[in-house]
């Protein structure tokens, strides 16, 4: 089975800031970390080439030093790593990256493709569903759980607003999957020195024959305008004095608010 | 288009270096250089104090005929037959898109009977399209994305919207793509530019710290996906007339087969994304029976019960209940936050909520600084007090009117 894990390298998000005088980003020492759920997609991938054997290669597309996240996801146990990588690139929306993204898939050629459900920078959750229809191939997003594997089917738990579906595809397929599919297991030390001297392939457009028009920022059909801090609450009330008082005071709050009756 | 450092005008103050997310500018000579790393996000733009940092213009790209694209559609998703209530939000901000487009709403309603389309006219729409094959009863990505984008293909319209729920955020991408069009995901807030008739398309990013405008000029439909619970619902009229034009979805195939949909059972589970109160608690909890209070407040005031993830992490409550960066993003009226420390992963699922009461021990906890009502004190003392109060004030109701 032929299995890629695609994973992208993302500011910790919990630390980055607008500055709301400036509407910059203040981004000053935030680390950068694999994407969290692209770690359960990386631990997803890892499981199924344990229970039914093949190989997983993971893929990024993102600037040189994106090279840091395939190199973690090695150290789980990844046997490739494929860095797309190239200025023509950059600026691409989900469009454009769910289009470099494919083209690099069918270079290596998958059974099974793995996101993770959604990047914590843009929380868009676009890529993965998009890829599919680049490649011609069902998905299933939302995956929690991948209740069987056989070498021409698989079964899978797909998590909804109230409960969950249970839906089987053929190969190839594209999942997306969410935290509560698996713990991502932690790097040995071992694993991390072979994964520190391992060769990663660097690929750019023409390595997968992209079409110039559809990648990067002239491929992209969205832009954005322009970016703002959000409105910071001013409104706050703090509700003091005994116990009884602060209840008191909550429940007149909320009937003059007309949401208590 | 690409962004470019005028060294005539850079001083080298290297304010703009913090403002890149990318670590895309470093100095060089003294002066500002954009390196390979750079996305074109345009973040340093305005970070530049001497106005040195500059855009460089897009090439132009075969433009649409945009004049061919009118109206503005929604997709209305249904569960089991009962049209989602994002439905009627989406016609509510979609009327008034078509209006300031003066053109036509329509909604788009697969797998369920005419009376679903008659309750989307009532609430709004012009028109209908309706498919009732009994393949779309039950949610599939890709007979799903095949009708619908086959009929936008057919129709044109310039806007199409669907709720960013579970449904609408799986398949409307693969929509967009074969349509070859944008698409924007979780808006919040959605307005037309009067000038050239392009939507802009807000949303939150990077986990709620930053807001972005988005656009789509240049090729059409404009796609977005929309936040539950945010847009007002349209109006209702139950006198309302439309047209509800049948479409046929012959020859539609699926590689995927959804065997079965489990419901998860639970008294207390309500699809926290459409709950109007949500009654939140964390690791303040101490332990797992900390639920059932709050469950007893949820009952009583109809609210659904959610948690931080350190409560998850203990097992007190399942995954699913979980709000923030990893859970679920929610925003409802009311928000609860029960011995939350009010964590940033925590706080972008749920700081746009209407009203939010946090309980805390700690007075310095972050989450007050979100807080639009907050009380420092042990929330066993607290909520139990609030459901006596509560209970209390019913009965003199009840006593009161006879
Ligand atoms: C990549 C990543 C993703 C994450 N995603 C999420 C996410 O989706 N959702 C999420 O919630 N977290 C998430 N987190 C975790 C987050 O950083 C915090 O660890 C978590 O939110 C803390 O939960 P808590 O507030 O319940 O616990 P704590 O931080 O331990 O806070 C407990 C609070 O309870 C108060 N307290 C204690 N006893 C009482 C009492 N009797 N009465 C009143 N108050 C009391 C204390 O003063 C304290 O403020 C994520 C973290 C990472 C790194
Ligand atoms: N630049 C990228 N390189 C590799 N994978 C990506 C990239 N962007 C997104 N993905 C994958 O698509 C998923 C959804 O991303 P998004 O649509 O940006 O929220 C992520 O969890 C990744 O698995």
């Known amino acids: 089975m032929n299995i890629v894990v695609c994973i992208k390298q993302v500011p910790d998000t ?22 969290p759920f692209d770690m359960h997609a990386i631990e997803a991938g890892l499981q199924i080439r344990e229970k039914i054997g093949g190989k997983v290669t993971v893929i990024t597309m993102g600037p040189p030093q994106a090279e840091t996240a395939l190199r973690d996801a090695l150290s789980m146990g990844a046997d490739d790593a494929v860095l797309l990588t190239d200025r ?26 793995i996101c993770g459900k959604q990047a914590i920078d843009g929380d868009t959750a676009q890529v993965g569903p998009e890829m599919a229809e680049f490649l011609n191939i069902p998905h299933v997003a939302y995956v929690k759980k991948v209740e069987d594997i056989k070498a021409d089917f698989l079964r899978v738990q797909r998590m909804m607003d109230s409960g969950y579906d249970i839906i089987e595809s053929t190969f190839p397929v594209l999942l997306t999957v969410v935290k509560e599919i698996n713990e991502p297991r932690l790097p040995s030390l071992k694993s991390k020195m072979a994964a520190k001297k391992a060769v990663i392939k660097k690929w750019t457009s023409s390595d997968i024959g992209a079409d110039e028009d559809k990648i990067g920022l002239k491929g992209s059909p969205t832009q954005v305008k322009n970016i703002f801090a959000p409105q910071a609450k001013t409104d706050r009330k703090m509700l003091n004095g005994t116990p009884e008082e602060q209840v008191e005071a909550l429940i007149q709050e909320l009937r003059r608010l007309k949401c208590l009756s | 288009m690409s962004v470019i450092i005028n060294r005539d005008q850079c001083t080298g103050c290297e304010e703009c270096l913090t403002s890149c997310p990318f670590d895309a500018i470093e100095i060089r000579e003294g002066k500002a250089f954009i390196n390979e790393n750079c996305q074109i996000c345009m973040a340093c733009l305005s970070a530049c104090p001497e106005d040195a940092i500059i855009e460089t213009e897009k090439e132009e790209t075969a433009k649409i005929d945009a004049q061919e694209y009118k109206g503005v559609w929604v997709f209305a998703e249904q569960r089991e037959g009962n049209i989602a209530s994002v439905a009627f939000e989406l016609l ?14 329509s909604a788009v309603l697969f797998g369920a009977p005419e009376s679903g389309a008659q309750e ?21 990505d890709e007979p799903y994305s095949e009708l619908l984008s086959s009929l936008i293909k057919e129709y044109h319209p310039e806007i199409v919207l669907a709720g960013a729920t579970a449904i609408g955020r799986s398949f409307i991408p693969r929509v967009a ?48 996906t929309v936040r539950p619970r945010v847009m007002k619902r349209g109006q209702y009229n139950e006198n309302r007339e439309g047209e509800i034009i049948p479409v046929k979805a012959a020859g539609i195939s699926s590689r995927t087969m959804v065997l079965e949909t489990v419901k998860e059972i639970s008294d207390i589970f309500v699809n926290l994304q459409e709950a109007d109160i949500i009654i939140s608690g964390g690791r303040g909890l101490g332990n797992p029976q900390g639920f059932k209070l709050l469950e007893e407040l949820a009952g009583l005031i109809g609210g659904a019960v959610g948690s931080s993830r350190a409560a998850v992490d203990e097992g007190w409550i399942s995954y699913s ?7 679920k993003t929610v925003c409802p009226k009311i928000y609860f936050a029960c011995g939350i420390s009010g964590a940033v992963q925590h706080l972008v699922g749920m700081q746009s ?50």
């Open chain 1, 14 to 35: 919990a630390e980055v800031k607008i500055n709301p005088e400036t509407n910059t980003l203040i981004r000053e020492g935030v680390p950068s970390i694999i994407n």
């Open chain 1, 88 to 113: 023509a690139f950059a600026g691409s929306d989900t469009w454009a990256t769910s289009y470099t993204l494919s083209k690099a898939v069918k270079k290596i050629g998958a059974d099974i493709i």
């Open chain 2, 92 to 105: 509510g901000v979609g009327r008034k898109l078509a209006h300031d487009l003066n053109t036509e709403l």
């Open chain 2, 120 to 140: 989307l006219i009532r609430w709004g729409a012009d028109k209908v399209y309706l498919s009732n094959n009994p393949i779309f009863e039950t949610f599939n």
């Open chain 2, 177 to 224: 793509a074969k349509l070859v069009t944008g698409l924007t995901a979780d808006c919040t807030s959605l307005e037309i530019d009067k000038e050239t008739r392009n939507l802009l398309q807000i949303r939150p990013a990077f986990g709620g710290n930053i807001m972005a405008t988005i656009l789509c000029p240049n090729n059409r439909p404009q796609m977005a």
């Open chain 2, 321 to 327: 209940h979980q709000v923030g960066q990893t859970g």
């Open chain 2, 353 to 402: 909520s209407d009203i939010i009461i946090a309980i805390n021990k700690n007075p310095e906890a972050p989450i007050f600084n979100v807080a639009t009502f907050g009380i420092v004190g042990d929330l066993y003392e607290i909520i139990p007090l609030l459901i006596k109060k509560i209970k209390e004030m019913r009965e003199i109701g009840k006593t009161a009117n006879g």
